[in-house]
């Protein structure tokens, strides 16, 4: 019996158990993948304030070793059910049950894919969803990048340092992510831009060895030779466990405001799974403070 479980050990689940155990409650925080969550595919975190330049790698494992020095306890297990039974939460993974006064759920998002054929079966074979993790692979070929968010940017940016060459390609000409990295993109000899255009055939045999895109505009198609394309095209909230437990919008976000209460008392969310207009590492940062501070009122009451 934990007074809360926090389920997702990103930077709102970890968080949540640094504000949770300053508040002196025993907290479990129950992760299926790996510590840190999404940040850790970032190369360069540029806009956490105080901290100038800091590698998505090293923030998640410093906030790991804040959450772990101050009691909070990790293991890795992935949630498959959360159950209220009066005032006290039945947290379920596929080894155990675990019980809980209060829970926040902080599960994040995983990467969405482009949905085209053979897709999955070119994963790991030239299409990959994390430019840090494979892009070390691909020096001095050509590669390309899918996406107009702040991901595709940064893996653009991050891959023109590595690579021969860069396409970046994008469904329209402008783009969401933020402009002074667009500004430095447009600055690299080795980014090529290749706007209102879509991927729509993954080319090779056993690897990926090119792709056809397609300009929205003219419907001409334009084969690419290349040696790996990392899609960056947004993710989607990990809430699925919980669409009994908790409203989703259409999307699959949970719902939930600023105060991170869902319909269920004693049931929180924080971070990048729940509705909210800015999911930055600042925001996820913020909610798993107030997701814990909420938790604790509660617990308290
Ligand atoms: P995102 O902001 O949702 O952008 C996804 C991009 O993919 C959009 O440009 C979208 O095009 C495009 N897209 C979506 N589906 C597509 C499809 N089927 N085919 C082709 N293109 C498709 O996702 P993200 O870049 O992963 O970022 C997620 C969140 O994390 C954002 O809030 C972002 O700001 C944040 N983030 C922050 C940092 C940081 O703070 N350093 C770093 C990375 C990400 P449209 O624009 O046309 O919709």
New binding site residues.
């Given amino acids: 019996m934990y007074d809360i479980i926090v389920v997702g050990a990103g930077p709102a689940g970890l968080t949540a158990a640094i504000y949770a155990r300053r508040a002196s409650k025993s907290v479990l925080v129950l992760e299926a993948k790996a510590w840190g969550g999404q940040i850790i595919n970032?190369p360069d975190?540029e806009?956490y304030p105080v901290v100038a330049h800091i590698s998505g790698v090293d923030f998640a494992n410093d906030l790991y070793r804040q959450a772990i020095g101050l009691g909070a306890e990790l293991r890795l297990e992935k949630v498959v059910s959360v159950q209220v039974q009066g005032k006290s939460k039945l947290v379920r993974t596929a080894k155990a049950e675990y019980e809980a006064g209060a829970v926040i759920l902080a599960t994040g998002s995983e990467n969405?894919k482009?949905?085209i054929d053979r897709e999955q079966e070119l994963t790991g074979r030239g299409v990959s969803y994390c430019a840090t993790c494979d892009g070390n692979f691909f020096r001095k070929r050509d590669v390309a990048v899918?996406?107009?968010?702040?991901?595709?940017l940064?893996d653009a940016l991050y891959l023109a340092e590595l690579v021969n060459k860069v396409y970046l390609i994008?469904?329209?000409d402008s783009?969401?992510?933020e402009a002074a990295s667009l500004e430095r993109l447009r600055e690299k000899d080795n980014v090529e831009f290749v706007c209102n255009a879509?991927v729509t055939a993954l080319l090779g045999d056993k690897r990926l060895t090119g792709i056809d895109v397609t300009d929205k505009l003219s419907g001409a198609v334009r084969s690419i030779e290349l040696s790996a394309l990392f899609v960056?095209?947004?993710?989607i909230p990990e809430n699925e466990s919980f669409r009994a437990l908790i409203d989703l919008d259409e999307a699959g976000y949970a719902v939930a405001g600023e105060s991170c209460h869902t319909r269920v008392p004693g049931i929180f969310v924080a971070g990048d799974n729940r509705t909210k207009e800015?999911?930055?590492?600042v925001t996820a940062a913020a909610d798993g403070a107030v997701a814990a501070t909420e938790a604790v009122k509660y617990l308290n009451v």
Wanted: aromatic share 4%; glycine share 20%.
């Fill in positions: 970032t975190i806009n969405r482009l949905g899918v996406g107009g968010g702040n991901t595709a940064e994008h469904r329209r783009f969401r992510g879509t960056a095209v947004g993710r800015l999911r930055q590492l």
